[in-house]
């Protein structure tokens, strides 16, 4: 007979313990432990996944043998990159997001596509005509793939046995419980419990499987920690609602790296893939316009082209106020640090607000020349030309410092038809000046910049 008992766990991190605390041992969290009941099992009992494998045994390194297994296809560039390449088999995916960004319709274009393929999509928030509802708007491919409505775990295996398919997808894993533990579906020791129990029969049988995960009010995934220690594979699926755009992220990948990007648009028949992100991200006309430059930045390993756009304006309410968007705003005000000590610009009693245009959040150091030119140009109220693109990073002396893989960034300017491209005169070096058709303008100050740019 089951023993049934009342622990206190973490939402955090997982850690557990027999009475209510306000601060977390572990973590450091306060108030992040919340009641869980659960129930010993009897240890002669079956495995939760009822599908019996052999015992593994222990083997020296030098006799594993290592097949190069061909990645499964999902015959969609963005999430192929993002992966590393396509999905690998046996792996466990975790695609998060907030409600609405389009996590579900991602996923079912994504089997629409793949009709060589049996997939099996276990759905615990749809039905299954709600399901076929929009499968028909995405209009795609149609493909061999089976909807069951279940969210008992047991159950789920079921029919995995019965349907043997090549891709299992489960939307969602917070609507999934098990019948061992007692506590609702969505709590710590349900997700916990069933995801490593879904890890244990992709490993076990090499079937990849694709979770869907919701994400609480802070944009983390929602949920104990140890879900994404468990999983193979994190996507982040984010983009404000009022955009167009989507983007996929890889938070955490044990099969490619976590700098890439996939980009879509949001349409009324579901995602398009953006191939060349720099044309959408670039507005058709800003000419004569001040307090707009255009940057070259990398993501992962695709270089694109984005507006920055700054607002200069004298403070008449009293403390003048900062705020960037899609911009770390400590960085933009040590830029402004920067422009004032080194420069000589007086922007202590003026508002500055800074945006990166089309709803993007960029991390890359190159946009800090970007970023003070365009505050510049609206501070002056002088217009950059808009042939002119530039990257590089802002050191606190007033330095422009090189930066990686200028390359790719001169060639995306140059294919889309700029004419001057401002970089850091260090990463001058081992460039072919001969065979490009852009203009290069090397600076090492941010005053040879200014000139360059304003005269």
């Not at 079956?46 to 083997?59: A, D, F, W």
């Not at 949001?266 to 006309?285: A, F, I, T, Y």
């Not at 000046?433 to 200014?450: D, G, N, S």
Request: hydrophobic residues 40%.
């Amino acid at each position: 007979m089951a023993k049934e008992k009342t622990v206190y766990v973490c939402s955090n991190c997982g850690q557990d313990s027999p009475k209510w605390v306000g601060k977390c041992p572990s973590c450091g969290e306060w108030n992040t432990y919340v009641e869980e009941i659960v129930r010993k099992e009897p240890t002669n009992r079956r495995p939760v996944s009822g599908i019996e494998t052999q015992k593994p045994k222990p083997l020296a390194l030098s006799d594993i043998e290592v097949d190069d297994e061909p990645r499964i296809n999902m015959h969609d560039d963005e999430l192929n990159r993002v992966l590393g390449g396509g999905l690998v088999p046996g792996s466990l995916v975790l695609i998060g997001g907030e409600p609405g960004i389009g996590k579900s319709t991602l996923v079912m274009q994504t089997v629409l596509h793949m009709p060589e393929k049996k997939i099996l999509y276990v759905s615990g928030e749809e039905s299954a005509r709600q399901l076929k509802l929009r499968a028909d708007r995405l209009s795609g491919v149609s493909s061999d793939c089976l909807i069951v409505c279940e969210t008992s775990l047991e159950q789920i295996y079921v029919h995995i046995k019965n349907t043997n398919p090549d891709l299992v997808i489960i939307d969602s894993i917070q609507t999934i419980s098990t019948e061992s533990i007692e506590s609702s579906p969505g709590s710590i020791a349900q997700i916990r419990e069933c995801s490593a129990s879904i890890l244990r029969f992709a490993k076990e049988t090499h079937t990849p499987v694709l979770l869907i995960g919701h994400i609480n009010k802070e944009g983390s995934i929602a949920g104990p920690k140890v879900l994404e220690h468990i999983v193979d594979t994190v996507l982040q699926f984010e983009g404000d609602q009022h955009y167009m755009y989507r983007i996929l992220r890889s938070i955490k990948n044990r099969f490619g790296s976590t700098a890439e990007l996939g980009i879509y648009e949001m349409r009324q028949d579901g995602l398009r893939q953006v191939s060349n992100p720099s044309e959408l991200l670039l507005s058709q006309d800003h000419e004569g316009m001040s307090g707009v430059a255009i940057a070259s930045a990398i993501e992962g390993i695709r270089p694109f082209l984005i507006e920055t756009q700054a607002l200069v304006s004298s403070a008449v309410y009293g403390n003048p106020q900062r705020s960037a968007t899609g911009f770390d705003l400590r960085r933009m005000n040590m830029l402004l640090a920067v422009l004032e000590k080194r420069v000589g610009f007086k922007l202590a009693q003026k508002d500055v607000f800074l945006n990166i245009a089309g709803g993007l959040k960029v991390n890359d150091p190159a946009i800090d020349l970007p970023v003070i030119s365009a505050i510049l140009s609206s501070n002056m109220d002088a217009a950059i030309e808009p042939e002119v693109c530039m990257a590089g990073e802002i050191g606190l002396s007033g330095e422009i410092r090189p930066v990686n893989r200028i390359e790719q960034r001169i060639g995306e300017a140059e294919k889309l038809g700029f004419k001057r491209f401002l970089l850091p005169k260090y990463n001058l070096q081992g460039i072919d000046t001969k065979k490009l058709k852009i203009e290069l303008v090397p600076v090492r100050k941010v005053e040879e910049a200014f000139r360059a740019l304003f005269g």
